[in-house]
């Protein structure tokens, strides 16, 4: 199921994530691409979590154009709002 899928890429990214940024970068792609397919709430949390991390580590650009192509408006939404809470 789809839930669990992003729960595993979630731990994938919290346990193994820190060796190479190219690796986060390739978990939050496909969680924004189940994000468009599926419609679970943990999809949307962990993609918003991952983004958030992914933000503090510079790659800002790389989360913008990564959901310019996702048509998940809930999540594309959460993500600003999200960023909004910390930076501001």
């Keep these: ?15 193994f994530g820190l060796l190479d940024i190219g690796f986060r970068k390739r978990i939050f792609l ?3 691409e189940m994000a468009d397919a599926e419609h679970g709430w943990r999809i949307k ?3 918003a979590h ?9 790659e800002r650009a790389f989360i913008d154009e990564a959901i ?3 048509k998940n408006t809930k999540l594309i939404e959460r ?3 999200d960023r909004e809470k910390h930076t501001a």
């Design 1 to 15: 199921p789809s839930n669990s899928k992003a729960e595993s890429l979630d731990v994938m990214y919290r346990h």
């Design 30 to 32: 496909n969680l924004v």
């Design 45 to 47: 949390r962990n993609c």
């Design 50 to 58: 991952i983004a958030m991390d992914l933000d503090q580590h510079g």
């Design 68 to 70: 310019s192509k996702c």
């Design 79 to 81: 993500i600003y709002r």
